[in-house]
Structures are given as C-alpha cells and as structure tokens.
C-alpha cells in the first residue's frame, strides 16, 4: 500500500510520550497484530506529531477502518487522528470531543519541508515525505 496510491487515508497512532520506547513498540506490535488478523491493508510509516516521532498507521479511510481507528485511539489516549480525503484535504479528528480540526492538503514534499515543521509523515519504504500545505 502506498499513501499516493490511496486517496482517501487514516493515518493513527499508538505512541504515547508517557510510555518507553519498548511500551510504545509492543503497543504497535499488538495493533499491528490485530490489523493482520482483521486483513486490513495497511502501511507503517515514521511519523512526527508536534516534534515527536512515532511509529504511524495508514489505512484506507473507510467507515469500518475509521471505526477502527477511532476506537484504538480512544484505547491508547491520542489525542487525535489524521483523516485525508479524496481531495488530499487533511483533517484532525479529535478523539475527547468529536471535534473536527480543517489543517489543509496533505501532499508529498521534500525532506527539507517537511522536518521544517513539527508533524510530518515519513514513507521509508518509498522515501517519500508527506506534510500539510495550505491549499493555493
């Protein structure tokens, strides 16, 4: 799977800041598991939210994927998970209050944007960066 193949995308998280490193790794062994059991498709990317870096999901963004995804947040206490539709615009769904948070276009870019800001998503596989960019 890879993120431009696929329009509309999830991308979560199990990384949590007050966990270790090994905490963290199981956590995403155990999702990634289950994810393996259930036959979704998906991707692991390195991702940075708000300059930490974390292992990430990406899933297609489907009801029963974003149903998923939502429920393993709210499990593992994120604060939110990225959505991307079939536009490439990105949003935050913010698991403590349902609330939607509009960022922009989630794109390719090159390295050098995209550790300029503090969330970017990193496809190691394809070497390939994704971050948020307004819309022109």
Same mark, same amino acid.
């Given at each position: 799977?890879? #993120?431009? $193949?696929?329009?509309? #995308? &999830?991308?979560? =998280?199990? !990384? *949590? ?5 090994? $905490? ?18 998906? +991707?692991? @990317?390195?991702? @940075?939210?708000?300059? &930490?870096?974390?292992?990430?999901? @990406?899933?297609?963004?489907? &009801?029963?994927? !974003? ?5 393993? %947040?709210? $499990?593992?206490? *994120?604060?939110? #998970?990225?959505? +991307?539709?079939?536009?490439?615009? %990105?949003?935050? !769904? ?17 390295? =050098?944007? %995209?550790?300029?800001?503090? =969330?970017?998503?990193?496809? @190691? *596989? ?5 971050? #948020?960019?307004?819309?022109?």
């Amino acid at each position: 799977m890879n #993120i431009k $193949q696929i329009d509309p #995308i &999830i991308i979560f =998280s199990v !990384f *949590q800041s007050n966990k270790t490193e090994v $905490q963290n790794l199981e956590n995403h062994l155990n999702v990634r598991e289950v994810l393996v059991l259930r036959g979704t498709p998906f +991707r692991i @990317v390195q991702g @940075v939210y708000k300059n &930490i870096h974390e292992l990430s999901f @990406v899933l297609e963004n489907t &009801i029963p994927n !974003f149903v998923f995804a939502k429920k393993i %947040a709210t $499990q593992f206490n *994120q604060e939110s #998970i990225l959505v +991307r539709d079939k536009y490439e615009e %990105a949003q935050l !769904f913010m698991i403590k209050d349902h609330s939607i948070v509009n960022l922009g276009i989630l794109s390719e870019v090159n390295e =050098s944007f %995209a550790k300029s800001q503090d =969330s970017y998503t990193w496809d @190691v *596989q394809n070497n390939m960066y994704y971050a #948020i960019k307004s819309r022109k």
